[in-house]
């Protein structure tokens, strides 16, 4: 995207420009993009001056000397709030008149959802376009009575004798007047007409109509000055500044539009944090209740400290068992012999606190104020004379802070001045005229630093762009909700959630030493690790604790994100990595960077290695090989779940077999009997055909290949089956079977010969009769519905050749049956020697073999490989009966995926020497690796129970190459950068003005694009949702420093 992207696109342009002259003007619509009748402006030029006219009649009567001039307030304020109460019961009857219509076709969701069919001039949609009137009740009464109250002491605050009085000139009188009344004006619509959006937008949503109590609260400052100059005792000072306020006054509009002054909901949490941290000597905090609670108890604190009587008592009070060597310092100051002062108590109380709450300032304090106490020698001069020691200290601490903020900021628009044209991907047309323009006008430049500096708000570049505006004064989280409430949570979050408690944990042993700088609430730091960025933010901060908010970025890389963390690697690798450097004076490529190395962290995390799999899954070799691998470990997989499986009903039949004894040794066999429906496809297979010969038998029950096969099979039988007959031919029982039948099963079957047909995948089957050799046998053998897959005879003798018989025996040896109280000391023997056992396992085996490759014997080909570990093989009949056993599609899958792993290991690591090793590389999969997919939950799972290793299969169907992916668990170094933290507020401050107010939401915009020197994508991404998408955001965490 090339430097010159629009700023804002035409639609947004014409969104924008209907938009600022409501805001300017407190509501009013006078663009509305398209054709109104007139009196719909006329009506709102109505409403807007009928405040002023109001106004005007109580300051006629006072002028005429007819009524004092508090009656003349009263009386204006009461018609005011008449009018008011009106204006929105007049609201209330349109909206209950007007019937809804529901608009089937919305072209254009900005400027048609306001659109309106006037008419009349006093017709519903006029009322209800006008005055949109307000959510609640308790609103509409609340804010009539405060549009009154604001009209009656507005006219008060602008009497014409009384401007006079403070300026002693009629045309400033005339003017004060006159620009006066256009703002309170102004606040009286936004308050009752009609709340404009405001561009000083803190939070998204004005749930509570927090919005139009703005502009009249800051009027209601104003007039308070002036209530205390004429009712309080008159000072030089009080009347001075009751002068300029009244010249501001005419300018409240202009800080409104601009969004300077800082909205309700902005203004409390930053005035009780700031009063909290310079008056009271506490800290930020990272929500507002416990902001609230915290300011109570602090000024708690120092209203108490005022009633002690002793000197002592008030240093043992505030002081405990903070820092000795400063407690003895302030504890010999003469100021604390006059206790009860105001100022002494919260000068001491603050900078006693500020000792245990920020003791590295607290310590730069004092000296700075020693310093200047040297070199001051004139006792007369203010400083000594007015001020006591605890003031001393607010007023350096305020200093200190002011300062190293203006710097941060000058640095922050400096970089922004010199990047815009020395990065040639942020160089504009309009780049060389606002360099120009700044040039020019810099000391307007160092002005507005100094004011943000000194109201301790963002330093606002418009679109980062060096057009720099002054932000509204906002609390140090610069967000408003909850920390860690929300996040743009996807497959990425755990591997941020896996590693931040080790994170926190290093970070306690970085900021106990130092590490990390000076970590101060309103910190911020950013960490890298391979494709992985963390973002720390340090919201409170004490003697022992530090309370920190950790946020992740999304993995998969846009090109300005990877062009921005492309930039962060080389700033770390040339801190940290490059030895060669050894000059004893190396210049910085990257100065001016908001980022500064700090140092390494060891954190325990998951490396991330990714191999292309080219010549291992396409090596004919290595693919005929798998499906005998797969065979072995299969085994391996059934013989340890019913082994594990035998250890359950080891324990839940405990109690039983106290009564009922163990297994008898003189028994040598057992018989399972098992039914269960007979499916369809149990029932029938194409493959059954090929068992068909020319000497069949046409009316013989199974061909009589099979029926050959079923003899030779010794102990195991195999079970009955329904077969293909010609079509209108009578199935007949052969009669050695009719004589094994018993009386009941003939009579059944001479029933059923002449009724009619019966749906097949109704019938019930009995299977064969399993007689082990050795009782104990039991405790492995498979559920019998897992070997009914629908195969041809010739398959299971194939089967039986292909068997790992020696493998399988290897297997019983390793088992150790410690669960069982008493077995006998030839168990291993007699389980081996059990063909009846074998004989379930090759049928088992068999069924997944089946599914998962069908009969072909045919060497598979990479992409069924691919398919077949991720689930993903096309239906087929053996497919379609594995999946109807889920237990054993899942542990299929799972032997498959352990075959593969088997399968990339020989090939890097060399081939498996002897069994032990195998069951070795096993035992490894089964303990130490999750191996699966990505996207699996259980992927996720492992992540979280921090499994050692992790392997996923991948494919990327453009390089049409398979990966593979290979997750680490390990302490590794994690390299810590702080940020300078005017930066992110400052961009921060303006991406809340672009997507709350100008609604700038287009992801292509220019301030979201790469800038490797401010690392804007990334900033952005690190803001609180809606406006940021960090895929990971943690609670507040309280780090222990001691």
């Known amino acids: 995207m090339g430097p010159d992207v629009p700023l804002l696109n035409d639609y947004k342009q014409e969104f924008f420009l209907k938009r600022f002259p409501q805001t ?57 709030f008449v009018t008011a109460l009106i204006l929105q019961i007049t609201n209330l009857y349109a909206k209950q008149k007007t019937v809804t219509v529901e608009r089937m076709q919305i072209q254009n969701t900005l400027t048609d959802e306001d659109e309106f069919e006037f008419s009349s001039c006093v017709g519903s949609e006029t009322v209800k376009f006008i005055i949109p009137g307000k959510k609640y009740i308790i609103n509409t009464v609340f804010h009539s009575l405060l549009a009154g109250v604001l ?32 703002t309170i004006c102004i606040g009286e619509y936004s308050l009752i007409i009609n709340t404009a959006t405001e561009t000083a937008t803190f939070q998204a949503l004005d749930t509570y109509e927090i919005t139009a109590l703005m502009r009249p609260f800051y009027i209601f400052v104003f007039i308070a000055v002036d209530l205390a100059h004429r009712f309080a005792v008159s000072t030089p000072v009080l009347e001075q500044t009751n002068q300029i306020l009244h010249i501001v006054f005419l300018f409240l509009p202009v800080l409104w539009a601009m969004g300077i002054l800082p909205p309700l909901d902005a203004l409390f949490p930053w005035g009780m944090e700031q009063l909290l941290e310079f008056g009271l000597g506490g800290s930020p905090l990272s929500s507002n209740t416990k902001l609230l609670v915290m300011f109570l108890i602090s000024a708690g604190t120092a209203i108490a400290s005022y009633f002690i009587p002793s000197t002592l008592g008030v240093i043992l009070f505030m002081t405990g068992l903070s820092p000795f060597a400063m407690i ?5 100051d003469r100021s604390l012999q006059n206790l009860h002062s105001v100022s002494v108590c919260i000068g001491f109380t603050r900078i006693f606190r500020m000792v245990w709450q920020n003791t590295e300032n607290a310590l730069l304090d004092i000296v700075v104020m020693s310093i200047t106490q040297m070199l001051v020698f004139n006792p007369d001069l203010w400083w000594n004379r007015s001020l006591d020691t605890g003031i001393k200290l607010l007023l350096v601490g305020i200093l200190r802070d002011r300062l190293l903020q203006f710097v941060s900021k000058l640095q922050f628009a400096v970089a922004i001045l010199l990047t815009s044209w020395t990065e040639k991907k942020q160089r504009r047309k309009s780049t060389a005229t606002l360099i120009t323009l700044n040039v020019v006008f810099f000391p307007i430049l160092l002005t507005f630093v100094a004011i943000s500096a000194l109201l301790s708000s963002p330093l606002l570049p418009l679109f980062t762009l060096p057009v720099f505006l002054i932000g509204f004064p906002r609390p140090i989280r610069s967000w408003p909700g909850p920390v860690g409430a929300t996040a743009c949570v996807c497959s990425d979050t755990v591997y941020y959630q896996q590693m931040v408690p080790s994170l926190a944990v290093a970070l306690q042993s970085a900021l106990a030493a130092g590490s990390l700088g000076l970590s101060l609430p309103g910190s911020h730091y950013l960490c890298r690790f391979q494709d992985r960025l963390m973002w720390i933010l340090v919201l409170e901060k004490g003697f022992t604790y530090c309370g920190v908010n950790i946020k992740g970025l999304e993995l998969q890389e846009t090109s300005c994100h990877a062009a921005e963390a492309h930039r962060v690697d080389e700033i770390f690798e040339m801190a940290f990595e490059h030895q060669e450097h050894t000059k004893i004076v190396s210049l910085n490529h990257h100065f001016g960077n908001i980022l500064t190395p700090c140092t390494v962290l060891p954190v325990r995390m998951y490396s991330d290695a990714r191999s292309v799999l080219s010549g291992i899954i396409d090596s004919h070799e290595n693919l005929k090989h798998l499906k005998n691998d797969f065979i072995k470990v299969l085994v391996w997989m059934l013989v340890q779940y019913c082994y594990k499986k035998s250890k359950k009903w080891e324990k839940l039949d405990s109690a039983d077999e106290n009564k009922k004894g163990s297994f008898p040794e003189n028994q040598h066999s057992s018989a399972v009997e098992r039914s269960r429906p007979l499916r369809d496809e ?33 102990q195991l039988g195999i079970a009955p089956k329904t077969h293909l007959s ?23 079957r001479a029933v059923v010969l002449g009724l009619p047909a019966v749906d097949k995948g109704k019938q019930r089957e009995v299977l064969p009769l399993v007689e082990f050799s050795c009782s104990y046998s039991e405790l492995l053998s498979i559920p019998a519905e897992w070997r009914t897959a629908p195969v041809p005879i010739s398959k299971v003798n194939e089967m039986r050749q292909r068997f790992p018989e020696e493998w399988y025996h290897f297997i019983l040896s390793q088992l150790d049956f410690f669960h069982l109280k008493e077995k006998p000391s030839n168990l291993l023997e007699d389980l081996m020697k059990d063909k009846a056992l074998k004989e379930l396992y090759i049928h088992g085996v068999l069924s997944c073999c089946f599914g998962l490759f069908g009969l072909d014997n045919a060497v598979p080909a990479p992409s069924h490989v691919f398919r077949a570990y991720t689930g993903g093989i096309p239906w087929s009949v053996g497919l379609d009966w594995l999946t109807s056993k889920p237990e054993l599609f899942q542990l299929a899958l799972k032997a498959f995926r352990y075959t593969f792993k088997l399968m990339v290991d020989k090939a890097s690591l060399g081939p498996v020497e002897n069994f032990k090793e195998l069951i070795n590389y096993l035992e490894e999969y089964e303990n130490d690796w999750y191996i699966g997919l990505v996207s699996d939950h259980e992927w996720q799972q492992a992540v979280l129970q921090e499994k050692p290793y992790l392997f996923s299969l991948g494919h990327d169907p453009n390089m049409g190459i398979y990966t593979g992916r290979v997750l680490t668990l390990q302490e590794l170094l994690v390299q810590v950068g702080k940020l300078n933290d005017e930066a992110v507020r400052g ?40 406006l940021g998408y960090p895929v990971y955001s943690s609670e507040l965490l309280h780090v222990p420093l001691f």
């Open 24 to 80: 300017v003007l407190g509501g009013p619509r006078f663009k509305l993009g398209y054709c109104a009748p007139p009196y719909i402006y006329v009506n709102q030029i109505i409403l807007f001056l009928t405040p002023w006219v109001l106004g005007g009649v109580g300051t006629l009567l006072y002028q005429l000397d007819i009524m004092k001039d508090y009656y003349t307030a009263a009386l204006s304020g009461g018609l005011m």
């Open 328 to 332: 003895a310092f302030l504890s010999l």
């Open 682 to 714: 149990d029932s029938f297979s194409v493959d059954t055909i090929e068992d068909w010969t020319d000497d069949s038998d046409i009316f013989d029950l199974e061909p009589s290949g099979r029926m050959k096969d079923r003899k030779e099979t010794g």
């Open 151 to 182: 009209c009656g002491l507005g006219t008060w605050y602008l009497l014409p004798n009384r401007l006079t009085l403070l300026y002693s000139n009629i045309g400033g009188t005339v003017i004060v007047f006159v620009f006066g009344w256009v």
């Open 987 to 1026: 961009q921060w401050a303006n991406l809340s003005w672009e997507l709350l107010y100008a609604t700038n939401d287009d992801e292509e915009r220019y301030s979201i694009q790469a800038h490797p020197v401010l690392l804007r994508n990334l900033t952005v991404q690190a803001a609180d949702p809606p």
């Open 726 to 748: 010609i079509p209108g031919s009578v199935e007949t029982q052969n009669q050695d079977v009719l004589q094994e039948m018993s009386p009941e099963d003939k009579l059944y």
